[in-house]
Nanobody, 119 residues
């Protein structure tokens, strides 16, 4: 059974930083594209960052470019999302996903972790 477990969310002031982690069991993240998505209240889910399987090229939502960094630790079977210079509009539930293709769909999803940016 595949499980993706996110952690690292929380409450942070504008301008602050957080690092989200997503650890997989029952699936090897190295063998797949991996992505981070978010959904704010009343809004549709949007892709935030994605790592291509083939060459590891990262893709980012325009509004997070230069502030968010996606990375993967194959030894730990974990993918990270480092977020700096956070803004109130980054507030959302963040989900990781695996077994798919960037800019397409994914088969496996985590349960989500809340990120709240507020003073």
């Amino acid at each position: 059974q595949v499980q993706l477990v996110e952690s690292g969310g929380g409450l942070v002031q504008p301008g602050g930083s957080l690092r989200l982690s997503c650890t997989a069991s029952g699936f090897i993240l190295e063998n797949s594209a991996v992505g981070w998505f978010r959904q704010a209240p009343g809004k549709e889910r949007e892709g935030v960052a994605c790592l291509n399987r083939r060459d590891g090229t990262p893709l980012y939502l325009d509004s997070v470019k230069g502030r968010f960094t996606i990375s993967r630790d194959n030894a730990k079977n974990t993918v990270y999302l480092q977020m700096v210079s956070l803004k109130p509009e980054d507030t959302a539930v963040y989900y990781c996903a695996a077994d798919g293709v960037c800019n397409s769909d994914f088969a496996h999803w985590g349960q989500g972790t809340q990120v709240t940016v507020s003073s």
